[in-house]
């Protein structure tokens, strides 16, 4: 539906266009006054009439493709507004926060760069202890803004993984810095978009919600549960799946797998019901209305690319 607005710009050519059309009219009356002046009755007179008609006709025509050549470009343009914020070869702009770790400290390597991908691994752990990282994105904070990834799980969960957090991942965004995160503090403050993979046995969608330390609204009711299943199919298979998030400050986000819109709530805020830290107690109930994004270690190997987003400011 975002494609389909008329931003103000294109309004005021519209509106330049029209000053055109209307600007040729005058132009051809002024040249043959007498001729329109004549009594409806003179078949010269009706002639020239029909002559301007067909003339203005063509200033609007002419007028109309320019509109909808420039509307194009501006759609062509927009794909353009696309920033990459994983460069493929290393991860400059991005910082690890660990559970029981300070934050920039890569325990076991958990978060590394291979084949131009992200890659969330634990073959460095002998037990992955309920070690729950992070991996942000810190070179700016985000609030109107769609953002786009693929992910896909591989390999076998960690030694100690509990067993929710099989094949179980995610990107947390509006989320807080990593630097301000308790030294044991398992999870940002933030929104989750959770990524489930399929265990064969039933269902089990992809592209949830999760809220940790904070709290949404669905059909104006307050969300009760700390995660809410989407609509989304089942991917049993590790193959790559496409998600979308697309938010709007602390109004409204929606959830896309696959290019199916699978969730979607309103009214981002912080939490009030003791699950913030000790040190953001006093945000309580206050807007979450922008922040930082981050990909999650939850103990299952996961990887992640073409990490993207566009401002919709």
Request: charged share 25%; with cysteine.
């Amino acid at each position: 539906m975002i494609n389909f607005i008329v931003k103000f710009k294109e309004i005021n050519l519209f509106v330049k266009i029209n000053k055109i059309f209307f600007a040729g009219v005058a132009q051809l009356v002024e040249r043959q006054p007498s001729k329109l002046n004549v009594a409806g009755s003179n078949p010269v007179s009706r002639s020239y009439k029909i002559i301007v008609m067909k003339k203005s006709l063509n200033f609007f025509y002419v007028g109309l493709a320019i509109f909808f050549i420039a509307i194009g470009f501006k759609s062509l343009s927009n794909g353009d507004d696309w920033e990459y914020i994983f460069n493929g070869n290393n991860l400059d702009d991005w910082t690890v926060k660990i559970k029981g770790y300070p934050s920039g400290e890569n325990f076991g390597n958990t978060f590394k760069v291979k084949d131009g991908q992200i890659q969330v691994s634990y073959e460095n752990y002998e037990n992955f202890d309920f070690r729950y990282g992070h991996l942000y994105y810190t070179k700016k904070k985000f609030k109107n803004y769609h953002l786009k990834l693929e992910y896909k799980f591989f390999g076998e969960q960690a030694n100690g993984g509990e067993g929710w957090a099989t094949k179980n991942s995610g990107v947390m965004f509006h989320s807080q810095h990593p630097e301000t995160l308790l030294i044991d503090q398992p999870f940002p403050v933030s929104i989750e978009t959770q990524f489930l993979g399929g265990l064969s046995d039933g269902s089990r969608p992809t592209g949830n919600l999760c809220t940790p330390g904070t709290d949404v609204d669905m059909n104006s009711v307050k969300v009760k549960g700390h995660c809410t299943r989407s609509k989304s199919d089942t991917f049993n298979n590790d193959d790559w799946v496409k998600a979308e998030i697309i938010v709007y400050s602390d109004s409204i986000a929606h959830h896309i797998i696959n290019g199916k819109t699978v969730l979607t709530y309103t009214n981002l805020r912080y939490g009030d019901d003791g699950r913030l830290p000790e040190n953001m107690i006093d945000k309580k109930d206050q807007k979450l209305s922008e922040g930082y994004i981050s990909l999650q270690s939850e103990s299952h190997p996961i990887k992640f690319r073409n990490i993207r987003i566009k401002s919709l400011n």
